[in-house]
């Protein structure tokens, strides 16, 4: 290896390098996705993750504050002066007793990590502030993402807040959440609606970037999972440096899962930590793309040399029965996941674990974690609801750490979570009854009483 980081093809039997100069989301010799590979005895790495906590005392520089880059020796691959920071992974690990409890795990055992708590409101400003930090080291002047909603909202925020570059966005019709919308309308970004779904989107981004030359922010960019990995560095951090038994995380794009996965095998390799913890990624049941071939087809790595035959037919069968993903988890609303490799592969380091959860499933679990405080938008209790399963299942033992990754605000969609706690049968049949979801087991009912002093009164002493 000549530079200390390279970009490198994941295939093992192609294994291209490339400088970490060039702009590109995909192997040029064979189409493979890549990976930042360090030279890990050429770059300064700390001897213990404790001593990252000495970063805490220096807050007031930018690179010490931010959530991502206090973790800096485990992404080098900018230099200080290129880093866009805008504060990002300021997050909060809460142990969640009421939600314990809901998935069956012993008191103390269940944690959420809140990635709500990012500027933009979702984990995406991890990917978005090391995308946006690369783009910068080549000199990008545009930026652009298909998105379902939180990468567009994150990706105008670092335009706005930078100035760095013009952002482009490419959404779907009809999906987004007016929540994730608003952002990017507001932060400026320019909004391409395209007459398709997400996947169409992501297809056409890619196309457009590669022609127009516009640095592409989707996490098919490896970039960006270099930031993604510090979620876990906080997790641990949270932790005091112990490895919890799982990671249970929501599966839209595959770009988390992937990340988390590199995240833990670096850390084993430069021993920081002595075990990987397990790794269970959950799907929408509506768009359960990971869940199928892994689960049910048996389609695995294999240290890269896993038969992607069953894919190929998957996704043929897909496009023949003109299937479309759909969930009310509008985040995880995709069926061809553009980082399914790097997923196989972190599924194969953390030995882990595929599960698909329903709407109801999503949404009574989302009203657990609200419950409990804090909140989160319906993709991310993807994770609460899968690790419920997991429970119930015996695959996940009820005195084991678990760490839920929510992934997104609540107040990102609270179309889902008004017509939840509804008590207007029409509105709930509307948005949530058109998914199959039945009834809303953990509703908060607002209380209709006249406008008369008495019957006020009357009902706060019956409820409240
Ligand atoms: C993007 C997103 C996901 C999906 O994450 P991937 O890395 O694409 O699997 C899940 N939840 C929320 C809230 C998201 O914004
Ligand atoms: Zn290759």
């Not at 959420?112 to 783009?135: C, I, R, V």
Request: proline content about 3%; aromatic content about 8%.
């Amino acid at each position: 290896m000549t530079d200390p980081v390279l970009q490198r093809c994941i295939s093992p039997g192609c294994a291209a390098g490339y400088s970490v100069d060039e702009v590109i989301t995909s192997c040029k010799a064979c189409g493979s996705l890549l990976d930042v590979e360090y030279d890990w005895g050429r770059c300064a790495v700390p001897k213990s993750l404790r001593s990252f906590e000495e970063k805490w005392s220096r807050r007031f520089e930018p690179l010490c504050l931010s959530g991502v880059w206090r973790f800096r020796e485990l992404l080098p691959f900018a230099p200080a002066e290129k880093i866009v920071t805008i504060g990002e992974g300021q997050t909060l690990l809460q142990t969640a007793d009421g939600v314990a409890k809901y998935i069956g795990l012993n008191s103390g055992r269940c944690f959420l990590q809140y990635e709500g708590l990012n500027p933009s409101g979702s984990f995406k400003d991890n990917g978005m502030s090391a995308a946006f930090t690369h783009g910068r080291m080549t000199g990008a002047k545009r930026a652009a993402c298909a998105s379902t909603g939180n990468t567009s909202a994150s990706l105008a925020l670092y335009c706005a807040v930078s100035k760095l570059m013009r952002g482009i966005i490419f959404i779907g019709s009809g999906r987004i959440s007016y929540g994730k919308l608003s952002q990017a309308l507001d932060y400026g970004a320019l909004t391409v609606q395209i007459a398709g779904d997400f996947d169409d989107a992501m297809a056409r981004v890619q196309e457009v970037s590669k022609s127009l030359g516009i640095y592409l922010v989707n996490s098919i960019n490896p970039f960006r999972l270099e930031g993604q990995k510090t979620i876990m560095y906080r997790v641990l951090e949270a932790l005091r440096w112990q490895v919890p038994e799982w990671i249970v995380v929501p599966g839209g794009n595959l770009g988390n899962s992937s990340a988390f996965g590199k995240a833990f095998f670096e850390l084993k390799q430069l021993g920081l930590i002595d075990r990987l913890p397990r790794l269970a990624v959950i799907n929408a049941a509506g768009a359960n793309t990971l869940h199928e071939l892994y689960q049910k087809r048996g389609v695995r790595w294999g240290g890269g040399k896993g038969s992607t035959q069953p894919v190929i037919q998957y996704y043929g069968q897909l496009d023949r029965d003109g299937h479309r993903a759909s969930t009310i988890a509008s985040a995880i609303e995709i069926n061809r996941p553009v980082n399914l490799a790097k997923c196989l592969r972190a599924l194969e380091w953390c030995d882990g674990v595929v599960r698909e959860a329903t709407d109801q499933e999503i949404l009574d679990a989302k009203a657990q974690v609200g419950a409990g405080g804090l909140g989160c938008e319906p993709a991310s209790a993807a994770s609460v609801a899968g690790a419920k399963k997991l429970v119930s299942e015996g695959v996940i033992g009820r005195d084991e750490r678990v760490v839920c990754i929510l992934t997104g605000h609540q107040l990102k969609d609270p179309t889902a979570t008004v017509a939840y706690h509804t008590t207007d049968q029409e509105k709930f049949n509307e948005v949530l009854g058109s998914r199959g979801v039945k009834r809303a087991a953990f509703a908060n009912r607002a209380v209709a009483v006249p406008n008369e002093l008495d019957e006020i009164i009357k009902a706060i002493q019956l409820y409240g």
